[in-house]
C-alpha cells in the first residue's frame, strides 16, 4: 500500500516553468513504477509521463517530450515532473500515480495539484 500527496501546482505565465512532486508514504516505494496524468476541464484524463522502480526507464506522451522530465529520488520517496516551456493547453489538473511491480494498472492516486498556464 502506498499513499501519495502531490504539490507544486500553481498559476504560471505561458513559458514558465513549474517543478510538481509526489511525495510517497511506505517503506517499499521504491518497488512501485510511478506515472504522472493530468485532466483538463471537459476532457479525459491522460498519461504524460512515466518512471521505472529505480528510474533507469522513462516515457513520455509525445506532446510533452522535450518540455517535461520525470525524476524520481527513491531516499526521499518522491517523484518529480519538471515542466518547463508551459503552454496555455497544458492547463489541468496533474496527478500521480504508482503500480507494484505486478501490476499493469495504477492502483494507488494523488489528489491531484492544480497547473493553469495563462497566455
Known amino acids: 500500500q502506498v499513499q501519495l500527496v502531490e504539490s507544486g501546482g500553481g498559476l504560471v505565465q505561458a513559458g514558465g516553468s513549474l517543478r510538481l512532486s509526489c511525495a510517497a508514504s511506505g517503506r517499499t516505494f521504491s518497488t512501485y513504477a510511478v506515472g504522472w496524468f493530468r485532466q483538463a476541464p471537459g476532457k479525459e484524463r491522460e498519461f504524460i509521463a512515466g518512471?521505472?522502480?529505480?528510474?533507469?526507464?522513462?516515457n513520455y506522451k509525445d506532446s510533452v517530450k522535450g518540455r517535461f522530465t520525470i525524476s524520481r529520488d527513491n531516499a526521499k520517496n518522491t517523484v518529480y515532473l519538471q515542466v518547463n516551456s508551459l503552454k496555455p493547453e497544458d492547463t489541468a489538473v496533474y496527478y500521480c500515480?504508482?503500480?507494484?511491480?505486478?501490476?499493469?494498472?495504477?492502483?494507488?492516486w494523488g489528489q491531484g495539484t492544480q497547473v493553469t498556464v495563462s497566455s
Open positions: 518512471i521505472s522502480q529505480n528510474g533507469g526507464s522513462t
Open positions: 500515480a504508482a503500480r507494484s511491480r505486478y501490476s499493469s494498472t495504477y492502483n494507488f
